[in-house]
């Protein structure tokens, strides 16, 4: 359950950034390759806002579809899994997008 | 007046009814609440309560971007370890994988077949009990255990904990036994000079393929228990094409901890030190 390391470094990177001030919302990015749940973090997430100024803030998560590109023939294509082959035959994709994990900014009073 | 609290909010019965209190910022501070009824709980009051503010100014909302990696502080903390341990010529080997994949007994073996050439020291990391730094104490290396609670990986401030309490010696071998787990560990960069993973031939061939995250990370694949092969209906060939569906260019090693197959091979990678991990993208 590393959702919940995830959310605590939610919870703490964002007490950090905005010291003072309510926060109402959060928007974090999570890619589809990035190994991590979304459902999972928004579980957790409320138990590590409590007794923090996050708490009660609204989670917003934005799911990053993953790419890739094969090395044999240099096509780009929709990667959603991190094993996904390539229809040249090639089973092995570079990924270029979807491992994000970020912050993407906060709503505070 | 709110006579919960002293504020001016107004407050719904039923956050009332479980002694939640909550005040919204659009509160008209008109008051006829459900709160002046007798309750026959007393309302301590030990509890948190955010109040929104009541200025006019102040209940605006404004956002704030902030762009940051929701793992960028372990990332600091994990190229800090990388720097202390390069500094001291150390080799950290992160050694990763399900329970009962043979981690500890290799570790045992390893530990008593090298140490007259190298200093060897460990970092323990289970989430409960001391038992396997027992093991490894008594196959005669240092170790420092990490009992992780509830937690199912070890990170990089962890490490660093551990690095300062064992102190290991310049130009020393330390392994790192994460916590028994395919998924979490996966995740967190710890600073280590290379990540090995363990599988072994009592787990199914299509392990590589339901953890690919493990599998990606790792420079190094040993496949423990090859002894007990005679026995089960398990496929080298089939395991190995499954991880080069996932990693192309890790070495995969066989090996049997308790019989001492494939170890010379182990020990040679070992020494050439040639994985040196980069950190996690």
Known sequence: MHELSISQGIVESVCEAVPEGKVLAVRVEIGQLSGVVSDSVRFCFDACAQGTRVEGARLDIVDVPGRGRCGSCQREMDMPELVTRCPCGNPFLEILRGRELRIRSVEVT | MCAT??????????????????????????????????????????????????????????????????????????????????????????????????????????????GKEVVVSVIEGDQETRLDAERIRGAGARVVQINTGTGCHLDAQMLGRALHELGPAMGSLLFVENVGNLVCPALFDLGEGARVVIASTTEGEDKPLKYPHMFRAADLILLNKVDLLPYLTFDVGRFTAHVRLVNPTAKVLEVSATRGDGLPGWYRWLASREASAPPRV
């Open chain 2, 5 to 114: 609290c002293g504020c001016s909010g107004t407050i719904g019965a039923e956050s009332a009814a479980l002694g939640v209190h909550g005040h919204g910022p659009s509160d008209d501070h008109d008051h006829d609440h459900a709160h002046e009824h007798g309750h026959d709980h007393s309302h301590g009051h030990g509890h948190e309560h955010p109040h929104a503010p009541s200025g006019p100014d102040s209940t605006a909302a404004r956002t704030v971007q902030l762009e940051q990696e929701i793992l960028g502080k372990n990332r600091l903390l994990a190229e800090r370890n990388r720097g202390w341990l390069e500094g001291r010529e150390i080799f950290a080997v992160n050694l990763m994988s399900s329970p009962g994949s043979g981690k500890t007994t290799l570790l045992e073996r390893t530990i008593r077949d090298l």
